[in-house]
């Protein structure tokens, strides 16, 4: 099993996959609790990923009613013992916004990743002085506490550990104005600037640019992440992260998550090519700094 898969995502990978084998083998959530001798809710929340049986006992007796083959059982097994650990974003739920543990759940169980990111430079890409200046800003209009302001950075520094430990794949692909609009200050921007360069040289990781000038395609609405999953390992369909309403939505099913493919398909057509990614970085830091 690959070792940067989270918890919290075994769980609701667990639950979809007990969810899956509970209808193949024709029983209801009621009839499989009667085989385990356990309470109805208790299926539920393992099918939901909200938690586990309080027993294993009671695991192994779900399996043995579903007809789990050996080889099922000994992944499911696993995946049920590891879904007990807690996550590093645990500690910090009751100050993250609605949502965001679900998104950190499936970016943590993700092989590789796909992003549009318009306003901002995106999260996995942002210095500590960028992220902090980005979310101290929206604080007062927010009214967040700097308790949260804390916590926000110190997660959003953890996320980045994806793709520069874990090696996770990303393809970023960022509009002009992520890049030119001030945060933090000429500085925090130079530097800014070099740490993308810094990123983008990684093997695992790529990153495009949408000139203001280019007559490309652009998204309307918000930004995107489309994340995908090691089939061998975590079985499921493709997830599509959206921001278009300032929420984290995930969506699974195969028609948006195609939608949303198509889209980014069309801006990577627009975007300059990955090796003058440096060179337009260098320029945006020469015009910072004059």
Not at 165 to 175: A, Q, R, Y
Not at 176 to 189: C, T
Request: glycine fraction near 6%; proline fraction near 4%.
């Amino acid at each position: 099993m690959a070792a940067n898969v989270r918890a919290t995502f075994l769980r609701i990978t667990l639950g979809a996959e007990l969810t899956r084998l509970r209808e193949q083998a024709g029983l209801t959530g009621d009839q499989a609790a009667k085989k385990v001798g356990c309470a109805a809710s208790a299926i539920s929340r393992v099918e939901n990923g909200t938690s586990g049986f309080q027993r294993i006992e009671h695991f192994t007796k779900l399996l043995e009613a579903y007809a789990a083959t050996f080889e099922d059982t000994e992944v499911l097994t696993d995946w049920y013992k590891n879904a007990k650990q807690e996550d590093w974003w645990t500690p910090k739920v009751s100050v993250l916004p609605s949502g965001l543990t679900t998104f950190l759940a499936f970016e943590s169980g993700a092989r590789s990743a796909r992003a549009w990111t318009p306003m901002v430079v995106n999260g996995l890409l942002q210095t500590e002085a960028y992220a902090r200046a980005l979310i101290e800003s929206a604080r007062s209009a927010d009214d967040r506490t700097s308790e949260f302001v804390e916590n926000a950075v110190e997660v959003r520094l953890n996320r980045k550990k994806r793709i520069t430990e874990d090696g996770m794949e990303l393809v970023c692909i960022m509009d002009e104005s992520a890049l030119r609009n001030m945060v933090g200050g000429p500085d925090a921007m130079r530097n800014q600037y070099e740490e993308i360069k810094r990123l983008g040289a990684l093997p695992n990781v790529t990153i495009q640019i949408i000139p203001f000038a280019a007559p490309a395609y652009r998204v309307v609405g918000g930004e995107f992440l489309l994340l995908d999953f090691d089939r061998k390992d975590l079985p499921g369909p493709a997830v599509v992260s959206s921001t278009v309403s300032g929420e984290a939505r995930v969506l699974s099913k195969e028609r948006p998550v195609k939608q949303f493919s198509r889209r980014f398909d069309f801006l990577t057509k627009g975007a300059l090519p990955v090796h003058e990614t440096p060179a337009f970085l260098d320029r945006l830091a020469r015009e910072a700094a004059a």
